[in-house]
């Protein structure tokens, strides 16, 4: 079966030598690999809008967000080198381009001589120029495979750039939607420190006045202490995620300190996302159109290696200019010119060309499990965005009605305990109730934001050319 027939979904350009004919002695690898007609988990089959793919982050309508995406995209230092890969294969095709075309040489030279005799010396000069043209004649087809193979390589290396721009917008997104999560849990520290303080204070004030225990001051006074503890790893938390988002954005740890400060809450994912069909996931992403070239370039590289078999030609030729004066070295009288046709086969090299037909055949069957790999893990990865995304949002609205309940039972609570009417550790219990289930809210708030980011990544979104 042919992949790129049967099993490929993407038309690339220059992948006619599937249809092979002529003295190819190997066999091409095939691939049994299916593709799922709909996605197990979304009912969502609308087409895939790759335009708004382009740019998902701005879905999520945070200022912040879209300019930390910029940033990245124009200053992150792996860009810049995927971008320099890019300029260096073009460079590779062009040297792989001139093998197909003649070349010229040229030489000259001068020489003086003095000779003495008896009537005085002599002094003669004389020059020489020539120009040395070759051309290695493509009679088996191997440079044009090896030009095939270089194309390949520059548009693999073009969606390797496309891939990691992909990578890296889903991730400063995920960066950010960590460091707004921490943001939210200090805050939700915060404020359950300060109920904790006006507890302590109350159970001290009742202690002074006779109406309270000890314990009850000391076990108010651990609650609240405990809480406070929390407070350091939250910030380092925050400035971790900081020093992340700098780092993808190709800066020094502090450069957008004053950008990020400007507080917002935890990105808001869209209510829905087109999800299309596996198919249209597969033609978007540039990671499997990637394998997919790479797999071209070791078919191209086999069918040079079996090339190596049959005959070359090489021409040469020369066109000297001798003088003995540099006024008269173009004159017709001093030149000369010849031509030579040199025709080569290979008859006996040890099993050298063999072997090397071997290592390019086996690479070939390398790139194509990759290839298959690279398609597997592309819808594995969308499935497990959707799933994520489906159960995140199933915990989170029980989350919600949970955190409800809990803040109703902390304000009743306290005011029941000033009441009189329940214990003090009724009191803290209610509280570190609510702290456990603000924190788990928070979290997966988060976590919903960071599925949609993967889902975005997964269906191939945030690359352009």
């Known amino acids: 079966m042919n992949p790129f027939t049967t099993v490929s979904l993407i038309p690339l350009a220059g992948l006619t030598f599937l ?19 709909a996605w197990q988990h979304s009912a969502n089959t609308k087409a895939l809008d790759t335009g708004a793919l382009t740019r998902w982050w701005k879905r999520f309508d945070d200022p912040t967000l879209n300019q930390l995406v910029a940033k990245t995209l124009a200053n992150n230092t792996d860009l810049r ?14 040297v ?21 005799d008896s009537g005085g010396s002599d002094t003669s000069s004389s020059y020489s120029a020539s120009l040395q043209p070759s051309w290695e004649v493509d009679l088996s087809g191997k ?24 990578s890296l917008s889903a991730e400063m997104a995920d960066a950010y939607v960590s460091l707004r999560v921490a943001e939210a849990q200090l805050d939700i520290i915060k404020r359950n420190v300060a109920s904790s303080q006006e507890t302590a204070d109350v159970t001290r004030w009742e202690e002074q006045a006779g109406e309270g225990t000890t314990f009850s001051t000391q076990q108010a006074k651990s609650t609240l202490e405990q809480a406070r503890a929390s407070i350091p790893d939250a910030e380092q938390a925050i400035r971790e995620a900081k020093n992340r988002i700098t780092l993808l954005a190709g800066l020094a740890p502090g450069a957008l300190d004053s950008l990020l400060a400007r507080g917002s809450d935890i990105p808001a994912p869209p209510a829905t996302i087109a999800t299309g069909i596996p198919a249209d996931t597969l033609r978007n992403r540039p990671d499997v159109r990637a394998a997919e070239y790479a797999f071209a370039a070791a078919i191209a590289r086999t069918q040079s290696a079996e090339r190596e078999q049959y005959p070359s030609l090489t021409l040469s030729g020369s066109l000297g200019l001798e003088a003995l004066s540099t006024g008269t070295i173009f ?13 080569t086969a290979p008859i006996f090299n040890g099993g050298r060309i063999r072997e ?21 893990t592309a819808l594995s990865e969308v499935e497990d965005a959707l799933i994520a995304i489906r159960w995140t949002n199933s915990r989170l609205n029980i989350l919600k009605g949970a955190v409800d309940s809990a803040r109703q039972a902390e304000k009743l609570a306290r005011l029941n305990y000033k009441a009189g009417e329940i214990d003090l550790l009724d009191v803290l219990t209610a509280q570190r109730t609510l702290l456990s289930l603000e924190e788990s809210q928070a979290l997966a708030q988060g976590s919903l934001s960071s599925a949609h980011i993967q889902l975005y990544k997964a269906l191939g979104g945030g690359w352009s050319k």
């Open 96 to 116: 792989t381009r001139s093998a197909l075309l003649p070349s010229l040489d040229g030489s000259s030279s001068a020489q003086k001589s003095r000779s003495h």
């Open 356 to 376: 090397n037909i071997n290592i390019q055949t086996a690479r070939e069957k390398q790139a194509l499990i990759t290839w298959e790999s690279t398609i597997l």
């Open 331 to 343: 004159s017709p009288e001093t030149t000369a010119a010849n031509a030579l046709g040199n025709l």
């Open 19 to 37: 249809g092979l004919s002529g003295c190819v002695t190997t066999e091409r690898p095939a691939s049994s690999l299916s593709i799922p007609a």
């Open 81 to 94: 080198t995927a971008v320099s890969l890019v300029e260096e294969s073009r460079a590779q095709r062009g």
């Open 143 to 166: 440079l044009a495979k090896d030009l095939q193979a270089a194309d390949s390589d520059l548009a693999e290396a073009q969606e390797n750039l496309h891939a990691l721009q992909v």
